[in-house]
C-alpha cells in the first residue's frame, strides 16, 4: 500500500519537474507563510533545479523553513522574519511573489487591489533596489494590475527589463487540461490548452479550438467549459467557504511554471507556456500586458507567440476580455503614478 503510494508520488513529480543539468539558482518566495506560499516552498524545495530556497514572510516564514529544509533534496533553505526582506532577496535570480489578501465568498479578484496593490508595489521597489535583474512571477492577485504595478515601479526605479516580469495564469491553463480532459475522457496531458488574455473572469479566454479535443466541444458543453475554465477560481473560494482560493492547486501550477522557467534559464530550447507579460500583440489597442504562448530562454521572455487563428466563439470571447483587461491594466500603472 505504502509503496504503490511513493510510487504513485515519484510519478505526480516527475511528471511536474523533468530532471536537466542545474545551474546554481537561488529562489526566493515572498510570503511563504500564506496558504500558497507554504505548499509552493514545499515543491520548490522537490524541484532539482533549484539550488537555494529563500523564504519571506511578515509572518511564520522561518517556522516554514525550518519545516521544509527537513526534506532531502540538495537545496539549502533560509527563512527570513518580516524586518528581513533585504537580506532575503540578496543574490536570488527568481522570485515568486504570492503574497496579499485572497478572495473570500462573493469577492471578484479587482476587490483585492486595495490591499495587495500596496504590497506588490512594496515589494517590487525592495527588488528593484536589492536584486535588480531578478525575474519576477507574480501570482498575487489581481494580476491583470499587479503585473503593471510591478512593470511601473520598476520603471520608476530605472530598472526595468520587460523580459524579466511574468503574471502567473498557469492555473487557468491547468484547469482548463484537466476540465477538457475530463469532457473527453483523455488523459490531462494530451488535452493541453492555450489560454490567452489575463487572468480574471472574462479576461481569460481558453483557445479551445487549437486543441485536438477542445474542437469537437460543440454547444452547451462548450459553453459551460469556457464558463467553468474562467470562473474555476469561484468553485474553490465557495466550497472553502469562507476560508480563502485555490491554494494547493495554485502551488502546484507556480510551482510548474517556475521550474518552465528554471528550464528556459538552463539554456534548454522548445520552453513554451502562456503567461502574462509586456507583449506586443494588443499594443495598437492600448494594451501592453497580454498571455499568451511564451518561450522562455536564458533571458525569460525569448519568444512572444501570436494567437494563430481564432474560432468565431473565441473572436467573440476576445471582444469581452480586451476592454477589461486595458482597464485593469490602466488600474495598476494609474496607482504607480500617483503613489
Ligand atoms: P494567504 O492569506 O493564505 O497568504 C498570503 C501571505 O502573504 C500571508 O502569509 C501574509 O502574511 C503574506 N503577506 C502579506 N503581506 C505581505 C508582505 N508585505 N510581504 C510578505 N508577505 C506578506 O493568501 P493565499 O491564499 O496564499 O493567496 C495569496 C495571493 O495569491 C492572493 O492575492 C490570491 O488572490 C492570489 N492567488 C492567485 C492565483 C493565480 O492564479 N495567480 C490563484 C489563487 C490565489
Redesign the pocket.
Known sequence: MFARSAVRALTSQSRLFSTTVARQTKVAV????????QPLSLLLKSDPLVTSLSL??????PGVAADVSHVDSASEVTGYA?DK?DEALEGVQVVVI??????KTGMT?DD?FNT?AS?VR??ASAIGRVSPTAHIL??????NS?VPIVASTLAKAGVYNPSRVF??????VVRAARFTAGIAGVHPNEASITVVGG?SGATIVPLLSQSKYGQSIKGEVYDKLVHRIQFG?DEVVKAKDGA????L??AY??AKFTHALLRGLNGEKGVITPTFVQSPLYKAQGIDFFSSNVELGVDGVEKIYPLGPLSVEEEKLMEACLPELKKNIEKGRAFVESS
Not at 515572498?30 to 506560499?37: E, F, M, P, R, V
Not at 507574480?138 to 494580476?143: G, K, L
Not at 480563502?244 to 491554494?247: E, H, V, Y
Open positions: 515572498l510570503g511563504a507563510g500564506g496558504g500558497i506560499g519571506y514572510d511578515i509572518r511564520g516564514a518580516a526582506l504570492p503574497a496579499g489578501v485572497p478572495r479578484r483585492l495587495n504590497i512594496d515589494l507574480v501570482i498575487s492577485n489581481p494580476v499587479t503574471g502567473v495564469t498557469t492555473l487557468d487572468h477560481g480563502g482560493s485555490a491554494t492547486s495554485m501550477a507556480g
